[in-house]
């Protein structure tokens, strides 16, 4: 992997292309094209292992090592076979496959794991009289094989396990959002880590840690342990220990105020857990409070970003109208000059809110079809719009 020109292929959620591509951008990504849940760019190996370090709205990073044409399965497996498998990795690495497939002449992907699968160990076993052990859990080592007609593509893994596990986050609640998600909507929401920040509805805390830890500049995967490329033959500790500490050097102590309230203290209690866990106690205060009965006497400073993900009614039981329509009155009459997101699954909760969208971005949560909705609420927004 010594060619400055890898291709990488950076793998996200659907509908934040434009914002992966952006950061990948700014990390100094050449030739960044948006694909389809992904964005792909070229660069060396550092740039790989910083992608991992930094790119928040990234679930994998994949190093493409060939592409070709492919006719059946033994046609497959023999151009697997004669990669040179043994330049990557070691017969003591346990392996793991993920295979794509988008093709008229190829429909089983789990068949076409297990022939590339075949086709690596085989070769180890006659170059070495030994063979890799498969491990679906916890792999040393992932290949990425995806198939699109006829052409397949093969790619090693730099991440393995994928990159929303920070290893910040210890504890979640029942309706947990997925980190790189909730970074990406905060990306998409285009905070600056500037200004105050509140998710009155915070349940396991995801929105404010990734805020504070993007406010902080800091890489958002500092607590993670693992990445696959540790495991590659050429691995570069010296390298990747240098591009750690230069990334933690550009630490930002000066951060805006993040607070989170939720109505259930067993959540709470999990929140603070994960807020330690990321070293941002001291950033990001919470505190239980029903937000439908938000106190009179407290005032929210204008220019306050407000993000919240409420029950859609999946996994929390709620009585939506109800709840939405307390959301919309709370929102109207107590943060006035502030901006709300609110990001659901729930159509009929956002009819009830009684505001006027500003901005609506059509996402997914895993399956749901979901919205990012913005909110404007000046002054007067109750008279205007109750
Ligand atoms: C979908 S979860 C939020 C998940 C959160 N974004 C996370 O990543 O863990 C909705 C949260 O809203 C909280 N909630 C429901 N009704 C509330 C209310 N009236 N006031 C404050 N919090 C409320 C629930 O306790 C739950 O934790």
Same mark, same amino acid.
Not at 70 to 90: C, G, H, S, T
Not at 117 to 137: H, N, T
Not at 306 to 323: C, G, Q, T
């Given at each position: 992997?010594?060619?400055?020109?890898?291709?990488?292929?950076?793998?996200?959620?659907? !509908?934040?292309?434009?914002?992966?591509?952006?950061?990948?951008?700014? /990390?100094?990504?050449?030739?960044?094209?948006?694909?389809?849940?992904?964005?792909?760019?070229?660069?060396? %190996?550092?740039?790989?292992?910083?992608? =991992?370090?930094? $790119?928040?709205?990234? +679930?994998?990073? %994949?190093?493409? /090592?060939?592409?070709?044409?492919?006719?059946?399965?033994?046609?497959?497996?023999?151009?697997?076979?004669?990669?040179?498998?043994? =330049?990557?990795?070691?017969?003591? *690495?346990?392996?793991?496959?993920?295979?794509?497939?988008?093709?008229?002449?190829?429909?089983?992907?789990? #068949? +076409?794991?297990?022939?590339?699968?075949?086709? +690596?160990?085989?070769?180890?076993?006659?170059?070495? !009289?030994?063979?890799?052990?498969?491990?679906?859990?916890?792999?040393?080592?992932? +290949?990425?094989?995806?198939?699109?007609?006829?052409?397949?593509?093969?790619?090693?893994?730099?991440?393995?396990?994928?990159?929303?596990?920070?290893?910040?986050?210890?504890?979640?609640?029942?309706?947990?959002? =997925?980190?790189?998600?909730?970074?990406?909507?905060?990306? $998409?929401?285009?905070?600056?880590?500037?200004?105050?920040?509140?998710?009155?509805?915070?349940?396991?805390?995801? #929105?404010?840690?990734?805020?504070?830890?993007?406010?902080?500049?800091?890489?958002? *995967?500092?607590?993670?342990?693992?990445?696959?490329?540790?495991?590659?033959?050429?691995?570069?500790?010296?390298? #990747?220990?240098?591009?750690?500490?230069?990334? /933690?050097?550009?630490?930002?102590? @000066? /951060?805006?105020?993040?607070?989170? #309230?939720?109505?259930?203290?067993?959540?709470?209690?999990?929140?603070?857990?994960?807020?330690?866990?990321?070293?941002?106690?001291?950033?990001?205060?919470?505190?239980?409070?029903?937000?439908?009965?938000?106190?009179?006497?407290?005032?929210?400073?204008?220019?306050?970003?407000?993000?919240?993900?409420?029950?859609?009614?999946?996994?929390?039981?709620?009585?939506?109208?109800?709840?939405?329509?307390?959301?919309?009155?709370? %929102?109207?009459?107590?943060?006035?000059?502030?901006?709300?997101?609110?990001?659901?699954?729930?159509?009929?909760?956002?009819?009830?809110?009684?505001?006027?969208?500003?901005?609506?971005?059509?996402?997914? @949560?895993?399956?749901?079809?979901?919205?990012?909705?913005?909110?404007?609420?000046?002054?007067?927004?109750?008279?205007?719009?109750?």
């Amino acid at each position: 992997m010594s060619d400055q020109n890898l291709s990488i292929l950076i793998k996200t959620h659907a !509908g934040l292309e434009r914002v992966l591509a952006r950061e990948v951008r700014q /990390l100094g990504g050449r030739e960044i094209k948006e694909v389809r849940r992904g964005v792909s760019c070229k660069g060396d %190996l550092g740039f790989v292992y910083k992608c =991992n370090l930094w $790119l928040r709205t990234a +679930i994998r990073v %994949l190093v493409q /090592l060939d592409s070709f044409q492919v006719r059946d399965e033994q046609n497959l497996y023999k151009r697997i076979k004669e990669m040179p498998w043994e =330049n990557y990795f070691a017969v003591n *690495n346990t392996l793991a496959i993920d295979a794509t497939v988008f093709s008229d002449r190829f429909r089983n992907s789990l #068949f +076409i794991a297990q022939k590339s699968k075949d086709a +690596i160990v085989d070769r180890f076993r006659e170059r070495e !009289g030994k063979r890799p052990s498969v491990e679906l859990r916890e792999p040393d080592i992932r +290949i990425n094989v995806h198939i699109q007609k006829h052409i397949c593509t093969v790619s090693l893994d730099s991440s393995g396990d994928s990159l929303h596990k920070r290893g910040y986050r210890v504890e979640v609640d029942k309706a947990p959002l =997925n980190e790189v998600l909730a970074a990406g909507i905060l990306a $998409l929401m285009d905070w600056q880590g500037k200004g105050p920040l509140m998710d009155p509805m915070c349940g396991s805390g995801t #929105f404010l840690t990734e805020a504070a830890l993007y406010a902080s500049n800091v890489p958002v *995967n500092v607590f993670r342990k693992k990445y696959s490329f540790q495991h590659w033959l050429d691995f570069d500790q010296k390298l #990747f220990d240098t591009i750690f500490e230069a990334a /933690l050097a550009k630490e930002n102590a @000066n /951060l805006p105020e993040i607070r989170g #309230f939720d109505i259930d203290l067993m959540v709470l209690a999990k929140s603070r857990r994960n807020i330690k866990n990321a070293l941002m106690e001291e950033v990001i205060k919470v505190q239980k409070r029903n937000f439908l009965n938000w106190p009179e006497e407290e005032t929210v400073t204008p220019g306050t970003t407000v993000v919240m993900n409420p029950p859609y009614d999946m996994k929390i039981e709620a009585d939506i109208p109800e709840l939405y329509k307390g959301i919309g009155d709370s %929102l109207k009459r107590h943060f006035s000059g502030c901006t709300a997101w609110v990001f659901t699954a729930s159509a009929e909760g956002l009819k009830h809110l009684g505001l006027k969208p500003t901005k609506k971005i059509a996402l997914k @949560n895993g399956k749901l079809d979901s919205w990012l909705v913005r909110y404007d609420l000046y002054e007067g927004s109750k008279k205007n719009q109750s």
